[in-house]
């Protein structure tokens, strides 16, 4: 079964740094883009981050860059974001996706929540 | 950027068909996807490619992509379709490629 499962959520303070984790299985995970994507509370979904299969290439929505760092361990089958300088605006749940055809994202984890605040 | 536009809601009765729309500049120079997101779930691709869907959804749910409009429609509608649907595209056209969402469709089946 093709499956994904994020951790690493939590309650930290504006300026605070977290690291998310998302353990892939079923797939190889080698050979597929993932992403990041978040849901502010009673909001819409966002994109996070993307990066390709050997980590070469990262891209960032405006909003995180230099503050969130994108990556990837294909031994332990595992995606990342490490994510520093948290403000309350990044409150949300943060769900890991595969990238699929045509960059569409074509299996989702159940998300993990961050909650930003003092 | 690239901006794609959804109406926040749409009603429906069961068995009538619901049509979704998403709004951009030249949209149909671009592949869109489409997500279900029912309360407190994590989200589904149900079209991608503009009209092509994943194995396990249903032929109710199409898609059609042209000019600055792709729809989402979804035939003999089910009470079990109530959800948020969002559309998505890649933005390849700037020196910072990215992935943009619409802002969502409640859709009520009445």
């Known amino acids: 079964e093709v499956q994904l499962v994020e951790s690493g959520g939590g309650l930290v303070q504006p300026g605070g740094s977290l690291r998310l984790s998302c353990a892939a299985s079923g797939f190889t995970f080698s050979s597929y883009w993932m992403s990041w994507v978040r849901q502010a509370p009673g909001k819409g979904l966002e994109w996070v981050a993307n990066i390709k299969q050997d980590g070469s290439e990262k891209y960032y929505v405006d909003s995180v860059k230099g503050r969130f760092t994108i990556s990837r361990d294909n031994a332990k089958n595992s995606l990342y974001l490490q994510m520093n300088s948290l403000r309350a605006e990044d409150t949300a749940v943060y769900y890991c996706?595969?990238?699929?055809?045509?960059?569409?994202?074509?299996?989702w984890g159940q998300g993990t929540t961050v909650t930003v605040s003092s | 950027s690239y901006v794609l536009t959804q109406p926040p809601s749409v009603s429906v009765a069961p068995g009538q068909t619901a049509r979704i729309t998403c709004g951009g500049n030249n949209i149909g120079s671009k592949s869109v996807h489409w997500y279900q997101q029912k309360p407190g779930q994590a989200p589904v691709l149900v079209v991608y490619d503009d009209s092509d869907r994943p194995s396990g959804i249903p032929e109710r749910f199409s898609g059609s992509n042209s000019g600055n409009t792709a729809t989402l429609t979804i035939s003999r509608v089910e009470a079990g379709d109530e959800a948020d649907y969002y559309c998505?595209?890649?933005?390849?056209?700037?020196?910072?490629?990215?992935?943009?969402f619409g802002g969502g469709t409640k859709l009520t089946v009445l």
């Open positions: 996706a595969r990238v699929g055809y045509d960059i569409c994202m074509d299996v």
């Open positions: 998505q595209v890649w933005d390849s056209s700037s020196d910072h490629p990215h992935v943009v």
